[in-house]
């Protein structure tokens, strides 16, 4: 159950942000164009599944390494960008030479964003940790000081 | 073999008298581990064994197959396997961090998060490990956050 939930919630994320690309790249390279609703929201789906099977290349048997951890960040980057690009322009998402350059930009754009908000989730997890690790260490000083110990003085 | 438990009044010091033929038999140091609370393994360092309690231990590592018991002074070889480990540490402070290790919740300093997604904990000996996202709710849980 606890990894339905997080996919689930990566799912979102992830939708929510090629959602928010593609809104902007359209809006800003093909005002004009006109999807039907359906069918663009069922493309972002499609490029969420995409996007979220690719995570895929940060699999491994053993914990990886900051190093590793980078060579396959930018692994699944370029990934990224050559499933996506093609794809997106099959849907008429970018058509010429400069909208390939923005619509690469932006999935880099997503992509950091998705770390992002990686990065701030766990961020405020950790504050909760330490301020409970804080709490309990507290708390067994003043037990200590309550209760000192025999001979302890 | 006999089981007898006498409740006496909370005036008395609680006191535990094992009966037994041989007092280094494995049953009767359990009992003894249990009832003083501290639990303990088996740690190498060259052909020199040592008993380790479960409190002093850092963190548990499995590295090459081969596992290592790390102490705030000292690093020992275990003969466990991790799972033989985690097991041994259940309703300790010791708890599953990552794919190799096994961390004392009690030797956090504090935690940080780290670009790659996961966390850095800081010890209390400086020293900094990685605890994945998957098991960091087994450590909220733990410190009842």
């Known amino acids: ?153 | 073999m006999r089981v007898t438990v006498e409740q006496i009044d909370p005036k008395h010091e609680e006191e535990l008298i094992v009966r037994c033929y041989d007092p280094g038999a494995a049953w009767v140091l359990g009992v003894a581990e249990a009832a003083s609370g501290q639990r303990t393994i088996c740690g190498w360092q060259e052909d020199t064994m040592h008993r380790l309690k479960l409190s002093e231990i850092l963190y548990f590592e499995v590295v090459d197959d081969r596992s290592f018991l790390y102490t705030q002074a000292a690093v020992f070889e275990s003969k466990e396997k991790l799972y033989e480990f985690e097991r041994m540490c259940a309703g300790s402070t010791l708890f599953r961090c990552s794919k190799s290790m096994i961390l004392n919740a009690e030797k956090i300093d504090y935690v940080r998060p780290s670009l790659s997604g996961r966390f850095e904990a800081v010890l209390s000996n400086g020293e900094k490990v990685v605890v994945s996202r998957k098991y960091v709710t087994d450590l909220k849980r733990m410190l009842g956050v």
């Open chain 1, 1 to 153: 159950m606890k990894y339905i939930t997080l996919w689930v919630r990566r799912y979102v994320t992830v939708y929510g942000i090629i959602m928010l690309c593609t809104f902007f790249m359209c809006l800003l390279f093909n005002p004009a164009s006109e999807l039907p609703v359906v069918t663009f929201f069922g493309r972002i789906m499609v490029f969420t599944l995409i996007a979220l099977l690719s995570l895929a290349v940060y699999y491994s048997k053993e914990e990886l390494t900051v190093k590793a951890w980078w060579v396959r960040t930018v692994l699944h980057l370029l990934l990224l960008e050559a499933v996506l690009l093609p794809l997106a322009h099959a849907w008429g998402f970018w058509q010429s030479g400069t909208d390939i350059l923005v619509y690469a930009g932006f999935i880099l754009l997503a992509k950091a964003l998705w770390h992002l908000v990686d990065y701030s989730l766990n961020a405020k997890t950790a504050a909760q940790i330490n301020e409970k690790i804080r709490e309990n260490r507290l708390e067994k000083k003043s037990e200590r000081n309550a209760n000192p110990r025999p001979g302890n003085n």
